[in-house]
């Protein structure tokens, strides 16, 4: 099946640095989809990218839909400790599809 | 976005027994999923909860050891049966409030002991 490789898969930094993290796939994605999962809680959905080519903005965030449709970014400028957490990204399965497929994730670690 | 609650948030459990968990939306969707996250993996979909039908697993999931209920838009039941450790992991729902987007519930965090 569909399979989503992140890197880094893990990330240890200093508050205030800017963070990159990625997403690739062998195969099309339509969607890219940005989680947070912090300690305890389920994945929130931050950021989701609909076209090739799509740069959208939350806040400090920033991720790209890469225009091959096999890749994406994620972009945290200027980091502060909440956001400590493991960042996911997903895509669906098949082009419509509802099931999503997901990274192994990115754990990011903030030194105060 | 809907909200998404589950019961229980967390329990321990002997092996040999049966958990069911479960998930309110705050409003009616098409789409509910139950994925489970073992220790320190990924989310791995169990299955689609299907209104008024059969749930539809995925491989390597089987309706005897998951059953699923989803008795309206609003509500769905996941049940973990005859538990072992191998179990011990966070469950979660899902709903699809649009196309290929899903958000998520709390989660419920299961220890088989």
């Known amino acids: 099946g569909q399979q989503l490789n992140q890197s880094p898969q893990s990330m240890f930094i200093q508050e205030g640095e800017d963070v990159s993290m990625n997403c690739t796939s062998s195969?099309?994605?339509?969607?890219w989809l940005w989680y947070k999962q912090e300690p305890g809680e389920g994945p929130v959905l931050l950021i989701a990218?609909?076209?090739?080519?799509e740069l959208t903005s939350n806040g400090r965030l920033t991720a790209q839909f890469g225009i091959t449709r096999k890749d994406s970014f994620l972009n945290i400028s200027a980091s502060i400790p909440s956001d400590v957490g493991i960042y996911f990204c997903?895509?669906?399965?098949?082009?419509?599809?509802?099931?999503?497929?997901f990274g192994q994730g990115t754990r990011l670690t903030i030194n105060p | 976005s809907a909200v998404i609650s589950q019961k229980p948030s967390r329990d321990i459990c002997q092996r040999g027994t049966s958990l069911t968990i479960q998930c309110q939306v705050d409003?009616?969707?098409?789409?509910m999923f139950w994925y489970r996250q073992q220790p320190g993996q990924s989310l791995t979909l169990i299955a689609t909860?299907?209104?008024?039908?059969?749930?539809?697993?995925e491989s390597g999931f089987v309706i005897d050891k998951f059953p699923i209920s989803r008795p309206n838009l609003t509500f769905s039941t996941l049940t973990v049966s005859n538990m072992s450790p191998e179990d011990s992991s966070i469950y979660l729902c899902?709903?699809?409030?649009?196309?290929?987007?899903?958000?998520f519930g709390p989660g419920t965090r299961l220890l088989v002991l």
């Open positions: 899902s709903v699809s409030a649009q196309i290929e987007t899903q958000y």
């Open positions: 997903a895509g669906p399965g098949t082009e419509g599809a509802q099931k999503l497929v």
């Open positions: 909860a299907n209104q008024g039908s059969e749930a539809t697993y």
């Open positions: 409003s009616q969707v098409t789409m």
């Open positions: 195969s099309i994605f339509n969607t």
């Open positions: 990218l609909y076209k090739a080519g």
